[in-house]
């Protein structure tokens, strides 16, 4: 009679996990084909002047308190063509834009009272797909990054007004000459005009 001892058994879990690992050379097509898709930042058209990681808050009026808009990088960026300077954050994980805005000569950016990591400012923020004026507060891991930060910001401002009277000086100038152009074809025309009595001189 035939034992049905350990040394069958045995035998039988060997030959099982055997067949379980034979390779049957069967290919198994994926259900679901997935292609390449590109994805758009938006920023491929810009060159990052600043890229720093900072936990950003804004201050909400209703509630008249500092609320955390997220972690993650602060990048300025400058337009290659227009030459523009925005403010662009995006949170770590999720990539969601929790900043967006242009450094604009209006931007007065200060040291945050009591915290020497941090700066304050206010902009008008495009980040939830409308315009809105937004008190920001930013804060940075080290003293040093928070300076960096000031000081690029303050000459992009600096820079920006500097452009904005040259563009209004050179509106003016232009507004002038045209003020003067007007004037002597004025005078042009009066001069082509003859007398009253010209015309009648030449009858006789």
């Not at 999720?94 to 000569?105: G, M, R, S």
């Not at 100038?173 to 009066?190: I, Q």
């Amino acid at each position: 009679m035939a034992s049905n001892g350990p040394d069958r058994e045995e035998d039988a879990a060997a030959a099982t996990a055997a067949g379980e690992d034979e390779d049957t050379g069967a290919q198994i097509a994926p259900i679901v084909t997935l292609s390449e898709v590109a994805v758009t930042t938006g920023e491929e058209e810009e060159d990052v002047l600043l890229d720093l990681k900072a936990k950003l808050y804004r201050f909400d009026k209703e509630g008249n308190q500092w609320k955390e808009r997220g972690t993650g990088n602060v990048k300025l960026l400058k337009h290659i063509e227009t030459g523009k300077v925005r403010l662009v954050m995006r949170q770590a994980k999720t990539l969601k834009i929790c900043a967006n805005h242009l450094v604009l000569q209006s931007i007065k950016i200060q040291e945050h009272a009591g915290n020497d990591k941090s700066c304050v400012w206010h902009a008008a923020d495009f980040a939830d797909g409308e315009l809105k004026e937004e008190m920001f507060c930013i804060r940075f891991g080290s003293v040093e990054n928070c300076k960096k930060f000031i000081e690029m910001v303050e000459g992009i401002t600096e820079s920006d007004g500097k452009h904005v009277e040259k563009e209004s000086k050179d509106a003016s100038d232009a507004a002038g000459l045209l003020g003067k152009l007007s004037v002597d074809e004025s005078k042009t025309d009066d001069a082509a005009v003859p007398p009253p009595d010209a015309s009648v001189k030449a009858e006789d």
